[in-house]
């Protein structure tokens, strides 16, 4: 089968031959809660299928505004994202070819970009990432699709509860997983750490290789990021086990 290696953020794509030769898909960011903030490295006349994430800040962020509900302050981050997308691309400040899966990246950072997780308070959580899918999906109108990226136990586990979490819209599952496996390698170690099933859905993208200090790798085993320029959300599991589950990660 093919295998479909990329990279993303600020990884220079130099330091791994499956992501600079082989490579066919990148994912940089846009900007995180209600501020562009574009952090871009893929080359002038690239030809790669490039995608972006925006840094979604949870229901404790102090850039939420007073009085809104958390669903709402996903709903004003997804509107920020979706004009911000639209005129990065049109002022050409994004490079590659356009790719039409937009991703929502949840982290446990305690500051901007990101954060403002609660540890405690899943409901909270869930609705802001509901709202910032709800939003996305009017907003791309049929023209693509939405995904979720976050670490397999730190936050697809303890912030979502993504087990038991049902989203308001079908989600693109992006996955951290750091095994650090070489290229050479990443297929075979594809199913080392368990892809659990993520709100119903099966993840279609692996960050094998990231962390504090070190360059950002990706695989899919599926063509869709980098042939139809998005990935389509789906319920059929993957190569791997279908006995994989979050609560293999234990307590939170």
Request: proline share 6%; hydrophobic share 30%.
């Amino acid at each position: 089968m093919a295998w479909y290696f990329g990279s993303d953020s600020g990884t220079t794509s130099n330091t791994q031959a499956c992501a600079t030769s082989g490579g066919s898909f990148y994912i940089g960011r846009s900007g995180y809660g209600t501020t562009p903030s574009l952090y871009w490295v893929l080359p002038s006349g690239s030809n790669r299928a490039a995608f972006t994430f925006w840094n979604v800040e949870g229901p404790d962020s102090p850039s939420r505004p007073g009085g809104i509900t958390p669903e709402t302050w996903g709903t004003t981050q997804a509107k920020k994202y979706f004009s911000t997308w639209n005129s990065q691309w049109a002022n050409n400040n994004l490079t590659g070819r356009r790719g039409k899966t937009l991703f929502g990246s949840i982290s446990l950072n305690s500051g901007s970009p990101g954060g403002g997780w609660s540890t405690t308070n899943v409901t909270a959580n869930r609705a802001v990432v509901n709202g910032f899918i709800s939003d996305l999906v009017d907003e791309l109108n049929g023209t693509g699709t939405v995904g979720i990226y976050g670490s397999k136990c730190d936050v697809l586990h303890c912030i979502l509860g993504a087990s038991s979490w049902v989203p308001t819209e079908p989600i693109v599952v992006w996955m951290a997983e750091w095994i650090r496996s070489s290229c050479g390698t990443a297929e075979s170690d594809y199913c080392k750490g368990g892809m659990p099933n993520v709100g119903g859905y099966t993840p279609m993208i692996w960050q094998y290789y990231g962390g504090t200090n070190y360059p950002d790798y990706d695989i899919s085993p599926y063509e869709g990021g980098s042939v139809d320029l998005k990935w389509t959300p789906t319920k059929i599991p993957g190569l791997c086990s279908t006995s994989y589950s979050l609560s293999t990660c234990g307590s939170c």
